[in-house]
């Protein structure tokens, strides 16, 4: 009877140490998978910023040159786009990185 108990009592422990690994793995990759949503969110709200300032450029260029408006041919549609484009139009590290990843089929932050 003594055996069984020490059987059944290994057999408890074993469980619980993988339940506390499979725990430490989900928790793992949720926090990488909120580390991507954050990456993201400031890729994108940069790209927005970095529009917003194109805009403003081209008000300042065209105030400066007293009315010549000829600049605002190719800014304010590269301003626009820059603010409401759900792509990617800003090639920076994250660019790269999530391209690279995109064309190697990895989930991961690997760099090979």
């Not at 140490?17 to 998978?33: G, N, Y």
């Not at 993201?40 to 009315?67: C, D, H, N």
Request: hydrophobic share 45%; charged share 30%.
């Amino acid at each position: 009877m003594r055996a069984a108990y020490k059987e059944y009592e290994d057999s408890y422990i074993n469980g619980y140490a993988d339940a506390l690994e499979d725990m430490r793995r989900w928790q793992q990759a949720r926090r990488q998978q909120e580390r991507e949503r954050q990456a993201r969110r400031w890729y994108f709200l940069k790209q927005r910023a970095l529009g917003a300032a194109v805009l403003v450029f081209t008000v300042l260029a065209v105030w400066i040159l007293e009315g010549d408006a000829t600049i605002a041919l190719i800014t304010v549609p590269l301003g626009l786009a820059l603010i409401f484009s759900r792509q990617k139009l800003v090639v920076n590290d994250y660019f790269f990185e999530t391209e690279e990843r995109a064309a190697h089929g990895r989930k991961d932050d690997t760099a090979h």
